[in-house]
């Protein structure tokens, strides 16, 4: 069995995305990132970084963190949505590696700097949506006449669509990335990937904005430590 533990954001979609495509059995822990309990000690021993996702495979005694290497190992282990030859498997790889390195990172600051932190500087938010639309322009090249990333769907697709899909959050603008935009939707329709962004609930973007505007919101408190 799986246990997982996540909370309604792309990182934690990632896996839950994944688990519901490869039909995987698991078991759901909501770590309340905003009441810090990724922080509790008894976390922090399955994830040493106390950030979500994690899980712990209770059939091979094992926990593991890092939303790619959880993905790489539920594929592995599963046989699934990573190819067996080892070019194939690499090309995988190198997608999964461009959101950990760049996506996640670029789209994750943007978020911060144009959404919650207290400050706004202009010339910050302006160097992440730069460098986001750059991102998607790899992507949008990319897909020039392919359906998915690599050859088939992958854990590449889960894991760049699960931050790309949530563009509008951090400001970063789509217009005119017809594959990239095209790419965004066919995954969108898929079921295994609406009921995973559903895990641990359905995030609720008005409540959340509206929660910003608290004076000290926990959003805030989160990103100004
Ligand atoms: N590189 C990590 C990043 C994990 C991460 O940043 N998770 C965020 C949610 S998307 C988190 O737990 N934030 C809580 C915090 O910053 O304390 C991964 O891909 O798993």
Known sequence: MIEFYTDATPNGWKVSVL??????????????????????????TICPNGRIPAIVDTENNLSIFESGAIMLYLAKKSGQLIPADIK????????????????????????????????????VIARYHNECRRLFEVLNRQLIGRDFI?????????ANWCWVRIH??????????????AWMQRLEDRPSCQKG???????????LKADLGEKDSSVRGLVTK
């Not at 909501?30 to 309990?37: A, P, Y």
């Not at 509008?168 to 935009?181: Q, R």
């Open 88 to 123: 194939g498997e690499s090309l995988v790889t190198q997608w999964l590696m461009f959101q950990m390195a760049g996506i996640g990172p670029m789209m994750g600051q943007s978020n911060v700097f144009y959404r919650y932190f207290p400050e706004r500087i202009p010339s």
């Open 19 to 44: 688990l519901e495509e490869i039909g995987m059995e698991y078991n759901t822990h909501h770590i309340d990132i905003l009441k810090g309990e990724q922080k509790k000690p008894r976390f922090q």
């Open 197 to 207: 962004v559903a895990v641990p609930y359905l995030q609720d973007w008005e409540k």
């Open 168 to 181: 509008a959050w951090g400001g970063t603008d789509v217009e005119g990335l017809t594959n990239l935009n």
């Open 150 to 158: 690599c050859d088939q769907y992958s854990i590449a697709d889960i």
